[in-house]
Each structure stands twice: as structure tokens, then as C-alpha cells.
């Protein structure tokens, strides 16, 4: 009997690029990695069906449609030049503080990372591609070691948008490939690493 679905065991390489747009083409640039994924949740929102009844039946539908999301994204913690990057700050000051203000400009970005699905025992993995995204404001949480080590990582948030092509698309899915590295090299060619 042929498998009926697959199921998701893995989430790796996050990078992101930023994102332009002009005559309805998409294009990404200065694109890096950036940080080691440890999970990724993803909430779309929609718009509602819209419906038109006559003679009190349905008579006319337009489908919902994607509108905005979110996407969370816990990563083992940003290098300082990524951070600078994605939430558009400018190069440290004199004294070698980076600076959050107004002369900050949060880039629009594309989002990539790799799913690692299996299927009767075959492992894949598949290129995915957030269109459009900004940060949010990053939140720190931190705790002093103690006895043990306590692994922590970084939530990062990021506001999911439809992009500027005709067909505003939101998110691009690859196909199953065989491995890790041939999606992520999937990655970085549409984000021109």
C-alpha cells in the first residue's frame, strides 16, 4: 500500500535575503544565513469566503484568500552583523553600541529554510520559501547558568505579507529532494548566494 502522507521531522539552515520588487518581478539580495533553525511555526491568516446568494441558494463564491501571518522562528541566537541586517540598523556608534531608534529601517525580506519530511521510511527534504517578511521588535530573555548548562535560543517573529508578483504570492514550496544540502542549495540560488 502506497503511503497516504509524510510527516515532518526536522526544520535546518533559516536564511534570509532582502526583498525588492519592480513590475511585478521579485528579486532578493544580500542574502545569508541566518542562524542554526531549531523551529519554525507558521500562522496565515485569511480573508473570509465571500458569498452571494439569490433565490436562497448560493449563487456566487469567492474563495478567502491569504491576507498576512506570522511566522515564528527559534534559532540558536543571531550574530551581531545578521541582527544589524534583518532589523536595519546602522553600524555601531563610537563607542560600539549598535543603536535601536529612529534611525532604524526594518528591511522587507524574503525567509528560506529547509523541511526534512519522511514517508514509509524515505527522508526528503523540501526548500521553503517565505515571500515577503519583516521583523518585530526582538524580545531577550536570558538566565545565569548554574549546576547544569541551560541550552537557550532566540524567538524571532516576523510579519508575513503577500508579495508583489501578479499572483501575490506568500510562500514558495519546493520539491522533495534527497538531500539537506541540494534544498539548501535550492535557497541559495533564489536568494543569489
Not at 485569511?46 to 478567502?64: G, K, T
Not at 534559532?75 to 563607542?95: M, R
Not at 529532494?177 to 539548501?184: G, Q, S
Request: hydrophobic share 40%.
Amino acid at each position: 500500500m502506497a503511503a497516504a502522507g509524510k510527516v515532518i521531522t526536522g526544520f535546518s539552515l533559516p536564511y534570509v535575503a532582502k526583498y525588492a520588487a519592480a513590475d511585478g518581478v521579485v528579486t532578493y539580495t544580500l542574502g545569508q544565513k541566518l542562524a542554526r533553525g531549531v523551529d519554525v511555526n507558521i500562522e496565515p491568516n485569511s480573508s473570509d469566503a465571500n458569498i452571494f446568494y439569490a433565490d436562497n441558494i448560493e449563487a456566487e463564491n469567492v474563495p478567502s484568500t491569504f491576507t498576512n501571518g506570522t511566522a515564528t522562528l527559534t534559532v540558536d541566537g543571531l550574530f551581531q552583523s545578521t541582527e544589524q541586517f534583518i532589523c536595519g540598523l546602522q553600524a555601531a556608534d563610537a563607542d560600539g553600541f549598535i543603536n535601536y531608534g529612529d534611525d532604524q529601517e526594518v528591511p522587507m525580506l524574503g525567509i528560506g529554510f529547509v523541511v526534512r519530511y519522511m514517508s514509509e521510511g524515505v527522508t526528503t527534504y523540501t526548500p521553503v520559501i517565505l515571500t515577503k517578511a519583516n521583523v518585530t521588535p526582538q524580545t531577550l530573555a536570558a538566565a545565569t547558568q548554574e549546576e547544569s548548562i541551560d541550552f537557550q535560543t532566540q524567538e524571532l517573529q516576523f510579519n508575513l505579507y503577500r508579495d508583489d508578483t501578479s499572483n501575490h504570492r506568500w510562500k514558495r514550496v519546493g520539491g522533495e529532494l534527497a538531500t539537506e544540502a541540494a534544498a539548501e542549495a535550492v535557497i541559495k540560488d533564489v536568494f543569489g548566494i
